[in-house]
């Protein structure tokens, strides 16, 4: 059964600064909980062991201030950086690389005190909704073992649902935080673009990819939104403006705050108890004092095909540097140099990723750039001024994270389409560029979670983490 809150990353870390527990006991439990669960589960790709072990010993001995993390063991989808680890992004292709270099979030993860313990399942590239474009296999729902955990970061919320690490981190390109913390019963947090630095993430999209936390409450989100976020030099994209103390933020007060829900958009393909859960928690935000009213966001019914244009478009330039020359994986015996670029790139990229790089390629092509990639980005920027709109009347907008609870694995595994209408709810707030969390918000009748999206404005996560908190706390 996965983990309940009460294993938070701030119950650990205040528990080591007690002295009731060290650091190196914290990362043993952890590693006998994942040797115990990932079997079933397959939420890890690599577990450092050794190197997770000796430095939480290391913090043991260590006399100096401690951070906010101290001694809190963290997983890490596999397509965030740590030096000379191996880090696949979940394709063959990159299947033995191993970067000479820390994602800065790492850095700021270790200055922090946290201890990186192994490198969880993602889809490859980031490339799908449930883990099945792994070159690794997928992982499972910890909820019901046969059903998709969601993805692209699935594994990290596996990680999290059942209690192997307190936190994780994913990557959010069109909602790949947010859908598999709905379908896993975690809280996903995807922040603002340009919130926290994407050096050290391997590109999809990058106008879309920010990093963000699973955990399994809203306070551990925003704590470690604390310590990952802020300028970064080695990041053009990440912005030059210092972060808000956002655990700060959660006063447990949301009278009078304002609620938009589309409800244009929701009124169709979206499941009864789904949709049951989703009036519930409107309910609830209500009785809180906060006041629900109807808005509309008349383009993001349009919002996943923008998002395939300009998602395959960024993909199509970003994945042409896997070529067999300089890193990753490179086809044998080819006579010359274009059979090799031809038959690394047929043998080491999965048929997803192809399906998408093909897309992405044709939309930019000539005479159909403007037809596709412009048309896309004129909607995009269409998609914004909605939320723009919106955010003039209310403070935050509420959906559900995703149409239905969990799917079984394999059920969508040769429909494309469907599978990309996963992400109905979860593509606008990257293509607008806006913050966005799942918080969990009740069952269905098969005990599979459901969960409730609230998406901010532009740099206001410490708003939606308010309500967030404000709602996990009826719960509870």
């Known amino acids: 059964m996965p983990h309940s ?11 080591i600064a007690n002295g009731q527990l060290t650091a190196e006991a914290a990362c043993q439990a952890a590693l006998d909980r994942i040797a115990a669960r990932d079997p079933e589960l397959h939420a890890f790709h690599t577990v450092f062991a050794e190197r997770a072990l000796e430095r939480a010993r290391a913090l043991d001995r260590s006399t100096g201030p401690r951070g906010p993390l101290h001694g809190v063991p963290i997983a890490l989808k596999d397509n965030i950086t740590v030096a000379g680890t191996v880090t696949t992004a979940g394709s063959k292709m990159l299947a033995t690389y191993r970067p000479p270099y ?3 979030v790492v850095e700021r993860l270790e200055a922090a005190g946290a201890i990186v313990i192994g490198k969880t399942i993602c889809d490859e590239f ?3 909704s449930s883990t099945e474009n792994c070159a690794f296999g997928p992982s499972r729902n910890p909820w019901n073992p046969d059903r998709a955990p969601g993805g692209s970061s699935g594994g990290s919320a596996v990680a999290v649902a059942a209690g192997m690490t307190p936190l994780a981190l994913g990557s959010d390109t069109g909602g790949s935080i947010r859908q598999p913390a709905a379908f896993c019963g975690v809280v996903g947090l995807k922040p603002t673009y340009g919130r926290v630095s994407r050096y050290g993430l391997i590109a999809y999209a990058s106008s879309l990819d920010q990093i963000g936390p699973f955990a399994t409450t809203v306070r551990d989100a925003a704590l470690c939104l604390d310590v990952i976020s802020g300028p970064d030099p080695k990041d053009s994209t990440a912005a030059a403006v210092e972060p808000p103390k956002f655990e700060a933020a959660l006063t447990g007060d949301i009278a009078g705050l304002r609620v938009g829900v589309p409800r244009g958009w929701l009124r169709e393909g979206v499941d009864t108890e789904v949709m049951a859960r989703f009036e519930e928690s409107l309910a609830t935000l209500e009785r809180l004092g906060a006041v629900v009213s109807e ?5 993001s019914r349009v919002a996943v095909p923008v998002y395939y244009l300009v998602a395959t478009a960024e993909a199509s330039a970003n994945l042409a540097r896997f070529d067999g020359v300089r890193y990753g994986y490179r086809a044998p015996d080819a006579r010359d140099l274009g059979e090799m670029y031809d038959r690394t790139r047929d043998q080491g990229f999965g048929p997803e990723v192809k399906r998408r790089i093909m897309l ?5 092509s000539a005479g159909y750039y403007d ?3 412009v048309k896309a980005q004129q909607v995009r920027t269409l998609i914004r001024r909605d939320f723009d709109e919106a955010f003039a009347d209310v403070d935050v907008v509420a959906t559900p994270t995703t149409p239905t609870a969990a ?3 394999g059920a969508l595994r040769d429909d494309p389409l469907k599978m990309y209408l996963a992400d109905t709810f979860t593509v606008s707030a990257p293509l607008a560029g806006l913050p966005a969390i799942s918080v969990p918000c009740g069952w269905t009748d098969d005990r599979l979670p459901v ?4 998406t901010g404005r532009a740099w206001d996560e410490a708003t939606i983490l308010r309500v967030a908190d404000a709602f996990e706390r009826t719960r509870h």
Do not use: C, K, N, W
Not at 295 to 299: A, D, R, S, T, V
């Open 102 to 104: 820390d994602a800065t």
């Open 295 to 299: 808005i509309e966001l008349p383009h």
């Open 371 to 373: 037809a596709y990639y």
């Open 360 to 364: 992405g390629t044709y939309v930019l």
């Open 407 to 409: 799917f079984p694995l």
């Open 451 to 454: 969960g409730l999206q609230l």
């Open 126 to 128: 980031s490339m799908g």
């Open 5 to 15: 809150s009460a294993h938070s990353a701030r119950a650990l870390r205040d528990a």
